[in-house]
Every structure is written in structure tokens, then in C-alpha cells.
């Protein structure tokens, strides 16, 4: 009786231990599914530089949306308390929604920028959860750009696939006119190891003279080099010369439209001039 009392509860203790592995192993094959296939929505991320507020590209989006279905625009703004505030929505089946981050501390300077990466990884984080996307892409003007570099090599979660950044006249070695690196420029260099290195990268700089753009020493955007050549998966800087070339006309400027609409909303270029010529009014 013993004997067939020993068989029972080891039998049983057996299939107890397996329908735990297979439930522990269930959960995780999910999870690990949740994190390797793509998510449906992958939202374009917009950061502006310093002195900006959340309405800084609201120009560049209506010409980006000109012609098309638009894509829908959420802005989050971070306060200095962390709080998150939310203005407009993620349209349904939206794939490529814009989400514009800003801060409600956006001075210039070196401590200021770490703390703004600080914020846009808490508002990334909990956009995360609102929306479950697991890829993304990014667009950022000025500071906006060293914001989204910082936050890729500190705060990227694991299993996040950042696919494109796209910098304009980001200063990588601040806006000072000299070849010596400043401090920001060696933190930056020191945790290049920590950028994925499936990401593609385009950094623009304007030239409204042969120096810069007026704000920003070319040398500066230049520096990015050092950041992201032989880290990332292809590093790609772009000169934008004539009209519209000012620090703070860039994200209006045409041809850097037409470099998001190619690289980070993959549209073809064609097809946008063709959708843009249909808007203008014929001449008889």
C-alpha cells in the first residue's frame, strides 16, 4: 500500500513539476514573441532643441502631411516633476504616428541636456506602455538631436529596436568654434558602445555660410563622426545648402523634408514632389 502510495505522489508531483515548466516556458515564449515581432505601430519621435516648445515642428508636420493620409500628432510634454502632460492623439491604424517630446526646462547647456535625456526616456517609457510598440524612429533639431543620442546609449530598454535617427544641426561638440572636443563630446565618444548597432543614422547640417548656419559651427555637427562611425549600422552626414539654410529654419527647409520623407518615413521622394505639385495651383 505504501509502495503504490509512493508511486501516486510521485506521479503527481511529476506532472505538477511539468505543467509549471510548461507554464513558465509558455509565458516566456510570449514574451520573447512580444518583443521579436515587430509591433504594429512604430511612432516617428520629434525632439527640439533648446528654447522650443512642443509646437516647434507643428510647421515641418503639416508640410510632411501635405498631400496624404496625415499622420496623427501626440505631443508630450515633461515637467521639471517628471509629470507628463498630453496634447492631441494616435489615430487608429495610424502605423507612423508623430510624437513630439518636450520639456518644460529647456535651457541650453551641457547638465540641462543630460537631465532633458533623463525626461524623455520617462515620457518613452510610458508611452511604451500606453501604446506597446517595441520599434521606432527619430528626428531631432538641434539639441534635440545630443537628447536622443544620450537616451540611446543610457535608457534604451532592451528588446526596443531603434531603426533611424535623424539629426539636424545637432551641435555634437556644443557650439563652441574649436577642434579641442568639449566634455560632452568625450562622454558621448565614451559610451558610443552602448548605441545599437542596427541603427541608421543621418546627421544634416546647414550651411548657410561655409562656417555653419549661423547658430551652429559646421565643425560641431561634424564631430558626430566620432559618435556613431563604425558603431551603428551606417552612418550617413548630409550638407544642405542654399535656401532656408538658417539654424532655425532647417526643419522647414525642402530638402530636409524631403530626407525624412526618403529615410524615415521611407516615402519616395518623387511621389511626394509629384503630391505636392498637384496642390499648386495651375497656371493657364
Known amino acids: ?100 517630446v518636450a520639456f518644460s526646462n529647456n535651457r541650453d547647456g551641457y547638465a540641462n541636456i543630460k537631465q532633458q535625456a533623463r525626461w524623455f526616456s520617462i515620457a518613452f517609457r510610458a508611452l511604451m506602455k500606453l501604446y506597446h510598440f517595441n520599434h521606432f524612429s527619430a528626428v531631432g533639431h538641434s539639441n534635440g538631436g545630443i537628447v536622443l543620442t544620450l537616451f540611446l546609449e543610457r535608457y534604451l530598454p532592451a ?13 555634437y561638440n556644443l557650439e563652441r568654434r574649436t577642434a579641442k572636443k568639449t566634455q560632452m563630446l568625450k562622454d558621448l565618444i565614451r559610451e558610443r558602445k552602448q548605441l545599437p548597432t542596427t541603427l541608421k543614422v543621418y546627421s544634416i547640417a546647414g550651411t548657410q555660410n561655409y562656417s555653419g548656419d549661423g547658430t551652429v559651427p559646421f565643425m560641431s555637427v561634424d564631430s558626430g563622426k566620432y559618435v556613431f562611425q563604425n558603431q551603428v549600422a551606417s552612418y550617413t552626414e ?31 521622394i518623387s511621389d511626394t514632389v509629384k503630391r505636392q505639385n498637384k496642390l499648386l495651383p495651375r497656371i493657364k
Open 1 to 100: 500500500m505504501m509502495k503504490r502510495w509512493a508511486k501516486w505522489t510521485g506521479s503527481v508531483a511529476v506532472v505538477i513539476c511539468l505543467a509549471t515548466f510548461g507554464a513558465v516556458w509558455q509565458k516566456r515564449q510570449v514574451k520573447t514573441l512580444r518583443h521579436e515581432v515587430p509591433s504594429t505601430i512604430a511612432p516617428v519621435f520629434l525632439v527640439p532643441g533648446s528654447s522650443a516648445s512642443q509646437n516647434r515642428f507643428d510647421p515641418l508636420i503639416r508640410r510632411l502631411n501635405r498631400g496624404r493620409q496625415p499622420h496623427s500628432v501626440l505631443k508630450v510634454k515633461v515637467g521639471k516633476d517628471d509629470h507628463l502632460t498630453y496634447t492631441g492623439r494616435i489615430r487608429k491604424g495610424d502605423r507612423h504616428p508623430f510624437i513630439v
Open 159 to 171: 528588446h526596443v529596436t531603434a531603426e533611424r535617427l535623424l539629426t539636424i544641426a545637432s551641435p
Open 238 to 268: 548630409i550638407v544642405v545648402t542654399g535656401v532656408a539654410t538658417n539654424h532655425h529654419q532647417l526643419p522647414q527647409n525642402r530638402q530636409i523634408i524631403n530626407l525624412i520623407n526618403q529615410y524615415v518615413l521611407h516615402e519616395n
